[in-house]
């Protein structure tokens, strides 16, 4: 019966091994009283030249990452620039020529524009928390920053709702984010459930009636997004069953009267998507003048740094994503 | 006018919707989801009942939503009850749920 023998093989091995590690004695074969001792220190060596191996390739790995984001980085300011300069002059610059594309398409530029302006306040406003959090500033002068943030905040959504008016799928698409933050897009923006998750842990210690708040505070905001998912999914079947309804066979005049019918209920349709995308930011909005009301001051201004600190995160590995060397 | 009423006040949590609508969906589902069980009246080929409802003050006319018989709002009312808990405590004083 072939059988593994294990101890056979393991042997053979081990012979093998020790031979090229030098432990046989020319006179005396294989020297066994201090031969293991000598295989685990070139064991341990051969370990440690293995380890600096790794550690260079990755340092040169390293190097190679930084250099591509120093260099994303420059062009990233250059095109900012570049669109600054453009949007003062009122120049679009489209790739086509046509009007009518270039007028959504200028709102979704201006939409990029402004909410990259917002997010640098918006830092700007975080940054100079996080400075009087940590110069122990009294709890007046931090409410004035916090409510500064929040203020800040219903900014975007505003910006936002005119944004959706002129061009709802540039915000629908998220384009609008970096790749990293578009992973987690629901109707356009954030779910106020998962940032609500992230700071029940990040904002320990919370009294107990705070805990109660803040977790019904996240179920609710959870069933008030489930149920507007579940309209959008309402939505995209209606949407699919009206375009479904227009096919069928062309040429009589009846179906030419259909089809019109058809595409102006779908018109209808996609119209009703601009009140979505606003009722899932007014959700977003409320939220989080909630959580503001539940938290004291000083937790509100630890919250919005978590949030802020969690945002770069995701942004720091977009670039990181973006700059990534490809085989 | 009295229609509505009359209908609205037939159940603990009643919903005036259009089939087309898709927020009245929306609403739909959050109260399914609270446990609410609503009452659905769909409005589509009932102008009368639609016009009853606009002049009643609902705006949008759909959805509509009585608890308790009382018009508490629309979709994005509701919205805005559910998340500072006054739909929830709305619901459970008019006995639509328990908890």
């Known amino acids: ?327 | 006018m009295d229609r509505v009423k009359d209908l609205a006040s037939k159940k603990a949590a009643v919903i005036f919707t259009k089939s087309s609508c898709c927020r009245c969906h929306s609403i739909k589902a959050l109260f399914y989801d609270l446990g609410a069980s609503p009452s659905i009246h769909e409005v589509d080929h009932d102008p009368d009942m639609e016009r009853a409802l606009r002049r009643l003050g609902c705006n949008p006319s759909v959805p509509a939503v009585f608890v308790g018989g009382k018009y508490i709002g629309s979709a994005k009312d509701i919205i805005s009850l559910h998340l500072d808990g006054s739909l929830k405590k709305k619901l459970i004083d008019a006995r639509a749920i328990w908890f």
């Open chain 1, 1 to 327: 019966m072939a059988e593994f023998s294990p101890r056979t093989d393991t042997s053979t091995d081990g012979e093998t091994e020790d031979k090229a590690l030098g432990l046989y004695n020319s006179s005396h074969g294989l020297v066994v009283s201090d031969a293991s001792d000598k295989s685990r220190d070139q064991k341990t060596l051969r370990r440690l030249a293995q380890n600096r191996e790794a550690a260079r390739k990755s340092r040169l790995r390293k190097k190679a990452y930084v250099q591509q984001l120093e260099s994303s980085r420059m062009k990233l300011t250059q095109l900012e620039q570049e669109l600054q300069r453009a949007r003062q002059q009122g120049i679009f610059i489209s790739s086509s020529g046509e009007q009518s594309q270039s007028m959504s398409g200028n709102g979704a530029l201006a939409f990029d524009v402004e909410y990259g302006r917002w997010v640098e306040e918006h830092n700007r406003r975080v940054s100079e928390l996080k400075g009087a959090v940590s110069n122990h500033a009294g709890d007046g002068e931090l409410r004035i920053i916090v409510d500064g943030v929040v203020a800040h905040y219903e900014d975007i959504f505003r910006i936002k709702s005119d944004a959706a008016k002129a061009d709802v799928f540039h915000v629908l698409s998220g384009m609008w984010k970096t790749p990293a933050e578009r992973c987690f897009l629901w109707l356009g923006g954030f779910r106020s459930s998962e940032l609500l998750k992230l700071l029940i842990t990040q904002l320990e210690p919370l009294t107990e009636q705070q805990l109660l708040a803040i977790g019904n505070l996240q179920q609710t905001s959870q069933q008030a997004e489930d149920a507007l998912s579940q309209g959008m999914e309402a939505l995209q079947q209606s949407l699919a069953e009206t375009i479904a309804g227009s096919l069928g066979s062309s040429n009589s005049s009846g179906n030419v009267a259909n089809y019109m019918g058809q595409m102006a209920m779908a018109m209808g349709k996609l119209g009703t998507l601009e009140g979505f995308i606003r009722q899932a930011d007014n959700l977003r909005k409320q939220t989080l003048q909630q959580m503001h009301r539940i938290l004291t001051t000083r937790q509100s201004a630890r919250a919005l740094i978590a949030i802020n600190d969690y945002s770069s995160r995701l942004r720091a590995l977009s670039s990181l994503w973006l700059a990534r060397p490809r085989e």
